[in-house]
């Protein structure tokens, strides 16, 4: 059973930056893809980016592309969002979520992660 934790959420101001994390417990956190979701008020969760055991396997939404990167790090069992050029439409709660994987696969369905956790909200203001 992994256990999933978000933190860096907040308010911040449009064009601002955020860094978002999440800390992993209790499985092998390298054999592991990892993905951001997120949801806004009113709307279905959507995929934000995914990253597969290796730091260089990446996919992102393509709205997400080119302000936002995601990383881990395998030996903190953690993986990042790194957020810019933020925008009032970024508003919502992210969730990181977990699934077993061989590697170079990247998860893009919400469906197919195992785990998730409990979210973290990012408000965005004009």
């Known amino acids: 059973q992994v256990q999933l934790v978000e933190s860096g959420g907040g308010l911040v101001q449009a064009g601002g930056s955020l860094r978002l994390s999440c800390a992993a417990s209790?499985?092998?956190?390298?054999?592991?893809?990892m993905g951001w979701f997120r949801q806004a008020p009113g709307k279905e969760r959507e995929f934000v980016a995914a990253?597969?055991?290796?730091?260089?396997?990446?996919y992102y939404s393509d709205s997400m592309k080119g302000r936002f990167t995601i990383s881990r790090d395998n030996a903190k069992n953690s993986v990042y969002l790194r957020m810019n050029s933020l925008k009032p439409e970024d508003t919502g709660v992210y969730y990181c979520?977990?699934?077993?994987?061989?590697?170079?696969?990247?998860?893009?369905?919400?469906?197919?992660?195992?785990?998730w956790g409990q979210g973290t909200l990012v408000t965005v203001s004009p």
């Open positions: 209790g499985g092998t956190f390298s054999v592991y893809g």
């Open positions: 979520a977990a699934v077993q994987v061989p590697a170079g696969i990247v998860v893009i369905a919400a469906g197919e992660y195992d785990y």
């Open positions: 990253i597969g055991w290796r730091a260089g396997s990446t």
